[in-house]
């Protein structure tokens, strides 16, 4: 080869510059295409978010045709309302593994422990029960009982509603203005208001799988992936309603709470133990249900005490979160919903003149 040649084919070859300004290019086009994929993915998952919800609707109306009524709520030592509708939602197999008349709990009853014959079914993942946008755990493990043992549990993001949660209808070991509560038998028929004014269930973002104590008045950042635990301050009595004596809550009965005074007042916030959606078959209320006390991803967090809780819809989706109502409609509730408006879907006997537009 001559050397001419060879420096012919030398200068066919990319410069530095050349090069650079190529690998340019593709970062530009990276950075133009990648929010669209991005945006797609998103999408893509607020559809599967959507026919979730949708389905759990189904298995509502399904159940209340088969027993006259909605799946009753336990309290949080029993099976919880998603646990009885698993046949209804292709999972026959698993409830299969569950007999509804043994309890889900042993031991004492203040520090109970999962009964060992259902530790495989509370640990399996139900995909139909989780928002693929929340990037929460599937599942989390939680001590139980003295000395304490781990148990795992499957999540959950969607809950179902007790009520407005104003007046004492937090309190769900009595009736409540909700589909649902403690022993409830709600119908068709008892929803006055309309099923397609009724929120029926709601998402909710998973805990991050940490608690943490922080000084009082300081927030995790937003969107809340932790409940804030303001048991201190309160007291469950024969109810209904809990009593407030300090901790930001009102003396005497709690009845429509200030919970940014609360929020003021309290350190520990749950991301663990009392976290939203942390097992879907325990009949936990920060596990499995809601209520429309606050708005749509609203800046007060979620707070529980003593197991019963002030909630809201909340999503790791932009702008607000979906919701099931009785009509088997799925509507996505904007962040800027008002409050009265939140309060009145939420409730099945209200008298509210209308709902959403």
Known sequence: ??????????????????????????AVLVALLLPAVQQARESA??????????????????????????????????????????????????????NFEQPLLTGPGFNPV???????????????????????????TVPMGTPATNFVFGANNYMVSNGSGTG?????????????????????????????????????????GSDVTL????TPPLPYRKVLNASTGSTGGTGPGYTGSGG?????????????SVMAAATSWRGLSSCRGGSWIRGLNHSTMTNGYLTPNSNIPDVVMHGVGFFGPRSMHTGGAHVLFGDGAVRFLSE???????????????GEAGGLE
Not at 125 to 139: A, E, K, M, R, Y
Not at 181 to 192: E, P
């Open 1 to 26: 080869m001559s050397l001419q040649s060879f420096s012919a084919r030398r200068r066919r070859g990319f410069t530095l510059i050349e090069l650079l300004v190529v690998i340019a290019i593709i």
């Open 248 to 260: 930001g809550w009102p003396s005497g009965t709690i009845i429509n709470p200030n919970l940014g």
């Open 168 to 208: 004492t209808n937090y309190d769900d070991r009595f009736p409540t203005d909700g589909i649902v509560h403690v022993n409830s038998s709600v119908r068709h028929r008892d929803i006055t208001d309309g099923a397609s004014n009724t929120v029926f269930m709601s998402e909710s973002i998973r805990g991050d």
């Open 215 to 218: 000084p009082a008045g300081t």
């Open 45 to 98: 998952r607020r559809s599967q978010c959507r026919n979730n919800l949708k389905q759990m609707g189904l298995a509502l109306a399904s159940y209340e045709e088969s027993f006259t009524t909605f799946p009753p709520a336990t309290g949080s030592s029993y099976y919880s309302v998603q646990a009885r509708l698993l046949p209804l939602l292709d999972q026959a197999g698993l409830q299969d593994m569950l």
């Open 114 to 140: 999962l009964n060992p014959a259902y530790a495989t079914a509370a640990a399996t993942i139900v995909p139909t029960f989780l928002c693929p946008s929340d990037p929460g755990p599937n599942q989390y």
């Open 336 to 350: 800027s919903l008002d409050r009265g408006v939140s309060v009145g879907l939420h409730t099945r006997n209200g």
